[in-house]
């Protein structure tokens, strides 16, 4: 009986005999996992999704289609990625967090899911939840602090430390945080353009309707 894990196209890691992991098939191609890697199971992989060097996925955690793992990355327990992520190296995913598809996480940059965290003091149930909405981009070496959403196609300059909720296709860079602008669904600085604003790149136009970019 396969595990309520496995919903959609993709491969669920089982255990059989002890040690050895099989996949067993929904459709589509096998996902590619590094001989350095380690996915506990039970645990959920996309369709065509691949695992690099010593990367770590806990049991509980499910990946969609299409993602990129990079080296030396964490995924705990009960993480959810959607589907066409790109995780770089050296970035842990702890529990509480969650990528809706096609989220960009930059090299090193930094996951917490505990606001106020001591060694001596076993906080677990605290955890709170991070999300990442759809298309967004979080940049090279920024922290996301735990409890804030990081809204569409946003994006998060290199370094930045985010502290707050970010918006829908917002600019947000330095320390903390600070929306500096709008970016386009292709990550380009927008224009004003007359009472609404453009991409460059794209040409496609967009409006600020109570405080909310909008696609023209």
């Known amino acids: 009986m396969l595990s ?3 919903l959609s196209t993709g491969y669920l890691i089982q ?21 350095t890697a380690w996915v506990d199971e039970p645990s959920h992989l996309g369709d065509d999704t691949k695992i690099w060097h010593f990367t770590h996925v806990m049991a509980g955690a499910r990946i ?3 993602c990129n793992i990079g080296q030396n990355v964490y995924i705990d327990a ?3 990625i959607g ?44 955890f709170r939840p991070t999300l990442v909405r759809r298309g967004a981009t979080l940049g090279a ?12 196609y946003a994006l998060i300059g290199a370094g930045s430390v985010v502290t707050r909720d970010v918006p829908d296709h917002a600019l ?8 500096a602008g709008w970016v386009s669904k292709e990550g380009f600085i927008l224009d004003a353009d007359g009472d609404g604003f453009v991409c460059s790149e794209s ?14």
């Open 4 to 6: 309520p894990l496995c």
């Open 15 to 35: 255990c059989v005999n002890g040690d050895a992991l099989v996949y067993l098939p929904t459709m589509g191609q096998k996902p590619l996992i590094h001989e």
């Open 64 to 66: 969609g289609a299409g």
């Open 78 to 80: 009960g993480v959810v």
């Open 83 to 126: 589907d066409g992520c790109k995780i770089q190296n050296n970035v842990s995913v702890y529990k509480g967090v969650t990528l809706e598809d096609g989220v960009f996480c930059g090299p090193s940059m930094v996951f917490t899911n505990v606001i106020n965290p001591r060694a001596f003091i076993e906080r677990k149930h605290e």
């Open 141 to 152: 070496n920024c922290t996301i602090v735990c409890g804030v959403t990081i809204g569409a």
């Open 172 to 179: 947000v860079y330095g320390v903390p945080g600070r929306q």
């Open 203 to 216: 040409g496609k136009r967009y409006s600020l309707t109570d405080g909310m970019l909008l696609p023209a």
